[in-house]
């Protein structure tokens, strides 16, 4: 008799093996994946139970080792019933991997290995046939192979996830002596006689599968399994304890030595955390599923019950739980890897020939500093000694070796309300470094040195930025500042140059590691962080002028990104107000390079050439007026600058094309060469010199007309080019023009027409890319004083993986001449690019509220409004156009700034040019401004679509 899915009544049934072949064959696939859904809902309902997630995997696990090893015996009896004893001792079911360990989830891979001795290769792969279609017919997803042992030690050899997954293999059914055997030649030839080899094969594919799924444990959207400090460490953690103590078992291996009580503990618990999520996700899906995305860390959250408190969401608060929990795995990970992975001869030769002492404590050998034996004890008894063995290292840029990094973690005093003035010294010492800050300060994190030094830092530990621009949790993200800070150091730019010429380094790195320390709480997060700053200023007994500066720059750390990327720098106002605030080169030095180091580490690709030039553009103009010089007085220089330089460029007769090759530019459609005053066709013979002169004359007054933000912020050799295309074709009409900027992965399209010809210019352009699919991320709109308008937008093409075909931008180019010339109607084009408006709207991962401000101070000629929503497709077209319909004129627009939400800034003045200042008009607007973008959060592209 065997156990066998009944096909009717639902239940498993006793039924004699001759029966296997009577189900008809849909039937039989019906039956089998009954029992497989029967299992993994075993499985869902004691895990809703309050079961240990451990538990819950280990016993889906034994119910799919029954399951499969029914199914096999089964087959090889209705294949072989002749020959069913002797096949039983000449063959082998082996589980590995996952299924190995005793660890499935719901819809993870059943991972098998058929061993047999070498005379039943034929008689096996006969079999495993039919085995493999009756696992898959039961829906599940089998990894299998079929191998002799020799096979299989020689597959193991060369590929280490073979390797790896034999370290835990479980015999489920057949002959003992040939599991053992395997066993014997694994150990012997892949892991006894080749340790080394084995642990780099490891620790490579383990590199190589972080690297394919990031590299740092606090990714905010992370793969439970696979990511640092997921569940896949876990396993490096029993691979490596295999190879260096003969055993997987993190129990025998705490009992051997090979981890501590505390590091057993550590990833019991996250073992435990991290398997309930894993089996989470799969039933959520109902299929493979290891990536925690924000929707999933929502519906977790909510469904586990976990409280907010004021200032952090429940989201926040279990994802702070489970960075913990990675975090714990990926150090234990890291130091059991450190302690144990292979030294080479000659690696061991050259650390013996560089070694040297370091007074009378210290042993640097190589890239790794040691205390010597006999001082360890006392070096370690004392926060003020830890603190020195990290000046150490980072005087002489070198890691502390492993065994010295666990006495720290295990000698750490407690914590107290003061700090000496011994420890505080030493601690600024550490931090006026550069090279290799970083990662000391990644130790003493990780000892937990810092908290004690700076006690804030233990809010910080996984906290969550649940919004959709940063990429990081607080901590990962200052440190990672912190990195980019000191980067600037060997930089051949501004920003190195202002780097260098701070004297007081140790404020511009502590300033840094505490900029964000007050995110968290019901407070804005830069008056919490002011109140830090102070604390940790008297904590360390800085003189009240350090204490002031670093106030300053913790408090102050988001003013300049906020004047550079939302304010007209331009606008003379902006940079004395600016300079008003900074008072003194220095702190301006410091404040720029902290804004763009923490810009920088806000996550990958973020801090572009861009928002670079933006920031160093306000540094400078801000520098002078600090320094001295009026910056209208400048700013009057630098416009005369701008013109002398058109001019030259107009002068050198260069051909378009060669100018755009030089720019790192291609165009779509090449403007016409700027050299030609009189158009060709006209038959006037006119006197080259006189020619030039009267088009030199024209292109002053042009020049003197267009606003100041369109001079200096536009390339000289662009704006001729600009100026040809008008002095051409005339501004009677729509000119278009779009280019690939290679560079920067962008396309840039600009827009020539004369205001009035071309009502709702800025809106219409922004729906018609938009619904194109285009992401704009900049746009300049520049009116001249005779109402010329050149408008700039710059997009992102998602549709291509690459570069976008220039018959895309040409079509694109199409698509906004017939909208501006009213062939055609954004709605329309909506409709025939129903991608988004078929999308559902999705829930906001942010819950920083929606808000539209009005400043009627920084500018003297426009009102400045303020846009804070959360970024979707087709935003900025709705706040546009319904500006346009309240009667309100866009001069100037900075777009899609990523901070916490989108801000897109827009400086406006009412139809007939006027700034807008009365009280009762601005609420109004606000109020509509305010009801048109809510109705878009809610509806989406849908609105747009008839």
């Not at 300079?579 to 220095?586: A, E, F, K, N």
């Not at 600009?750 to 992401?775: D, K, S, W």
């Not at 999705?842 to 000629?861: M, Y």
């Amino acid at each position: 008799m065997r156990l066998m899915p009944g096909s009717l009544s639902g239940e498993t049934e006793a039924v004699s093996s001759d029966d296997s072949g009577s189900l008809p064959a849909v039937e039989r696939c019906a039956a089998l994946r009954a029992t497989v859904s029967r299992i993994r809902e075993s499985g869902k309902e004691m895990l809703a139970g309050g079961t240990d997630a451990r538990l819950v995997a280990a016993s889906l696990c034994q119910q799919i080792d029954e399951f499969i090893t029914g199914l096999f015996s089964d087959r090889l009896q209705e294949t072989f019933p002749s020959r069913q004893k002797n096949l039983e001792r000449q063959v082998a079911l082996v589980a590995v991997g996952g299924t190995g360990r005793g660890e499935v989830a719901p819809w993870s891979d059943v991972d098998v290995l058929l061993l047999f001795e070498s005379g039943s290769w034929q008689s096996v792969d006969e079999l495993a046939g039919p085995f493999v279609r009756d696992c898959w017919d039961g829906g599940l997803q089998l990894g299998h192979s079929v191998r002799n042992i020799a096979e299989t030690v020689l597959a193991a050899r060369e590929d280490a996830e073979i390797a790896t997954g034999i370290v835990d293999a479980r015999l489920l059914w057949g002959d003992a002596g040939v599991f053992r055997r395997l066993q014997q030649r694994f150990n012997r030839k892949v892991v006894a006689s080749r340790r080394s080899a084995f642990i780099e094969a490891c620790l490579a594919a383990r590199g190589a599968e972080r690297d394919r799924h990031g590299s740092a444990v606090f990714q905010l959207e992370p793969d439970v399994k696979r990511s640092p400090g997921g569940l896949r460490d876990i396993h490096l953690i029993r691979w490596l304890g295999f190879a260096r103590y003969g055993s997987s078992d993190p129990a025998a291996l705490h009992r051997q030595g090979g981890l501590s009580q505390q590091d057993l503990d550590t990833l019991n618990a996250a073992n435990a955390f991290l398997t309930g999520v894993r089996l989470d996700l799969h039933y959520s899906a109902g299929r493979l599923q290891d990536h925690l995305s924000r929707e999933e860390q929502l519906r977790i959250a909510d469904l586990r019950g976990i409280a907010g408190r004021p200032g952090r969401r429940p989201v926040e608060e279990f994802m702070q739980q489970y960075f913990c929990h990675t975090k714990g795995v990926a150090d234990v990970c890291e130091r059991l890897t450190a302690r144990i992975s292979p030294r080479t001869w000659s690696s061991r030769l050259t650390r013996l020939m560089t070694s040297h002492r370091s007074g009378s404590r210290y042993r640097i050998s190589g890239k790794t500093l040691d205390v010597i034996p006999r001082e360890r004890n006392n070096a370690c008894s004392s926060l003020v000694g830890i603190c020195r063995i990290y000046r150490a290292a980072a005087r002489y840029h070198v890691a502390l070796v492993p065994s010295l990094v666990e006495l720290i973690r295990s000698r750490l005093p407690e914590a107290s309300a003061s700090l000496p003035p011994a420890v505080s010294k030493v601690f600024l010492e550490i931090m006026q470094t550069s090279a290799g800050l970083g990662d000391v300060l990644r130790s003493m994190f990780s000892t937990g040195t810092l908290d004690l030094l700076v006690p804030a830092v233990s809010h910080s530990r996984g906290l969550l930025q649940f919004n959709q621009y940063h990429s990081y949790t607080v901590d990962e993200h200052t440190l990672r500042a912190i990195e980019a800070c000191t980067a600037f150091e060997v930089e051949d730019t501004a920003l190195g140059e202002a780097y260098r010429a701070v004297s007081d380094r140790s404020l511009l790195h502590l300033a840094l590691l505490l900029h964000d320390m007050g995110k968290g709480f019901d407070e804005d997060h830069s008056e919490v962080g002011r109140r830090i700053a102070e604390e940790a200023a008297s904590r360390l007994g800085l003189e009240e002028s350090r204490a002031e500066t670093l106030v300053f720059l913790v408090h102050q750390h988001l003013s300049m990104s906020h004047r550079a990327f939302r304010r007209d720098l331009e606008d003379p106002g902006t940079i004395l107000e600016f300079s008003r605030l900074v008072l003194t080169p220095d702190r301006l030095r410091m404040l720029y390079v902290l804004t763009a180091a923490d810009v920088t580490a806000v996550g990958p690709g973020v801090f572009t050439d861009w928002k670079a030039e933006l920031l160093t553009s306000l540094y400078d103009r801000t520098l002078l007026c600090i320094e001295g010089t009026h910056y209208r007085f400048h700013r009057a220089v630098r416009l005369a600058e701008v013109q002398q330089e058109v001019l030259e460029a107009i002068r050198s007769g260069r051909p378009p094309e060669e100018a755009a090759a030089a720019d790192g530019t291609t165009t779509a459609e090449p403007p016409p060469a700027p050299d030609t005053a009189v158009p060709p066709d006209s038959g006037e013979k006119t006197d080259p010199a006189s020619e030039s002169a009267e088009y030199e004359r024209w292109v002053t007054e042009r020049l003197e007309r267009f606003p100041p933000h369109y001079l200096t912020g536009t390339p000289p050799r662009r704006i001729a080019r600009d100026l040809a295309a008008l002095r051409l074709r005339g501004a009677d009409g729509v000119q278009v023009h779009g280019r690939l900027l290679p560079q920067q992965g962008m396309v840039e399209f600009r827009v020539i027409a004369r205001e009035g010809q071309v009502e709702g210019c800025f809106h219409r352009v922004a729906g018609a890319l938009t619904a194109r699919r285009l992401e704009i991320r900049e746009a300049q709109i520049s009116t001249s004083s005779d109402g010329i308008i050149i408008d700039r937008f710059r997009v992102f093409d998602g549709d291509f993986a690459g570069s976008p075909p220039p018959d895309r931008i040409r079509q694109v180019q199409q698509t906004i001449q017939g909208v501006l010339e009213g062939t055609a109607l954004v709605e329309t084009l909506f409709q025939h690019n129903r991608r988004y408006g078929q999308a559902a709207v999705s829930e906001t991962v942010s819950n920083l509220p929606l808000q539209v401000a009005f400043d009627t101070a920084s500018s003297e000629g426009c009102t400045i409004i303020d846009v804070f929503a959360h970024d979707r497709p087709g935003l900025l077209y709705t706040v546009s156009a319904h500006m346009f319909r309240l009667g309100l004129s866009v001069q100037l627009a900075k777009i899609a700034t990523h901070v916490d939400q989108v801000v897109d800034v827009f400086y406006v003045t009412d139809s007939d040019g006027r700034k807008i200042v009365d009280p009762d008009r601005i609420r109004q607007l606000k109020q509509s401004l305010l009801e048109e973008i809510q109705q878009f959060e809610s509806a989406g592209f849908n609105r747009f679509i008839p």
